[in-house]
């Protein structure tokens, strides 16, 4: 029988191994007293139900972009949590328009000039790739 300490992810182990004659191809025995052992897996699941079908929320005002309307666009893909103007509304340089989650972090679009709201492409909620129209102002 033969001790080893092994280390895993910081944690020692003590591990008894004992050792298989040269003729025989099955182990005799092998035990580790100190090492942790999995918990077993419950015997009965409560029965899951099957997962709701949900919609993709629509765009807020959708339909096209007015012409000559500048479009503020999704810097990175990421999930709107929240827009925070309205079609109709003044807005002001630096003004937050959104907020864009991406990689657990909540972004702040901000407005890039002086306008007015003409349009909100985007809904709360929403899934966007990079590059994706969300407001657009005039």
Known sequence: MRKFV?????KSYEVEVEEMDQGTS???TVSAPSAPTPA???????PQSAPEKT???KPASGGAVPQGAETIKAP????ILDIK????DKVSKGQVLAILEAMKMENEIM???DGEVVSVQVAKGASVN????????Q
Do not use: F, S, Y
């Not at 103007?85 to 109709?88: A, E, F, I, L």
């Open 55 to 57: 919609q993709a929320p």
């Open 111 to 113: 407005c890039p000039r």
């Open 130 to 137: 990079a590059g994706d129209d969300l407001v657009a102002i």
């Open 6 to 10: 092994i280390n895993v992810n910081g």
């Open 40 to 46: 077993p897996a419950a015997a009965t699941a409560a």
């Open 26 to 28: 099955t182990p005799r």
């Open 85 to 88: 103007v309205q079609v109709g």
């Open 76 to 79: 990175m893909p990421g999930t």
